[in-house]
């Protein structure tokens, strides 16, 4: 069975940065493609990005509103992907979901960790 | 900002039918295949259907997918108390070269 545990959240003032960790275990990690999906109090689930196992050419690729401020990177070696936040702000406020990725689908997701950007 | 769009809401009284709609456009459910999740009330996400009509692994056959042209729907039969909770669908789109979900729907038992 698969396993993420997400780790790293908390609160954070306007324009700060945050690391969060998803720990995996129970697949083969470095064929696994791995996502961060958030989801805002009370609101929808927002795609924030993917990357790619190194054999599928470890492409990340992020969504709209985060691209230039957030970066997804892993090490395959602890089975272990990162999602670095830099200039964040209020609209980031959301609890943050590891997910280990299909093609075009989220098999198994974490538990989550909540981030919250207030001053 | 969901680009798919889902009912706010449908219900059902235990044991009959609903069913949910996920409109798109041709660069996403039109061109790329559909997801459906089950989110009951404090608990992460969970995968239903893939590839538009595929089961996940463990999903009874009361829960069915589809897709035609640039919609999508899940189906759940014989309602069940359990299976009150959000839905979501998503899909790639391609011209975004991002992942969209929908809106949501929130399946309420009568």
């Known amino acids: 069975e698969v396993h993420l545990v997400e780790s790293g959240g908390g609160l954070v003032k306007p324009g700060g940065s945050l690391r969060l960790s998803c720990a995996a275990s129970g697949l083969i990690f470095h064929d696994a493609w791995m996502s961060w999906v958030r989801q805002a109090p009370g609101k929808g689930l927002e795609w924030v990005g993917r990357i790619k196992s190194k054999g599928a050419g470890g492409t990340i690729d992020y969504a709209a509103p985060v691209r230039g401020r957030f970066t997804i990177s892993r090490d395959d070696s602890i089975n272990t992907i990162y999602l670095q936040m830099n200039s964040l702000k209020t609209e980031d406020t959301a609890v943050y979901y590891c997910?280990?990725?299909?093609?075009?689908?989220?098999?198994?997701w974490g538990q989550g960790t909540l981030v919250t950007v207030s001053s | 900002q969901s680009v798919l769009t889902q009912p706010p809401s449908v219900s059902a009284a235990p044991g009959q039918k609903v069913t949910i709609s996920c409109s798109g456009d041709t660069s996403n459910i039109g061109s790329n295949s559909v997801s459906w999740y089950q989110q009951l009330p404090g608990t992460a996400p969970k995968l239903l259907i893939y590839e538009n009509i595929e089961r996940h692994s463990g999903i009874p056959d009361r829960f069915s997918g589809s897709k035609s042209g640039t919609s999508a729907t899940l189906g759940i039969t014989g309602l069940q108390t359990g299976d009150e909770a959000d839905y979501h669908c998503g899909s790639w789109d391609s011209r975004l070269s991002a992942f969209v979900f929908g809106t949501g729907t929130k399946v309420t038992v009568l």
């Open positions: 997910v280990w990725s299909g093609l075009f689908w989220f098999a198994s």
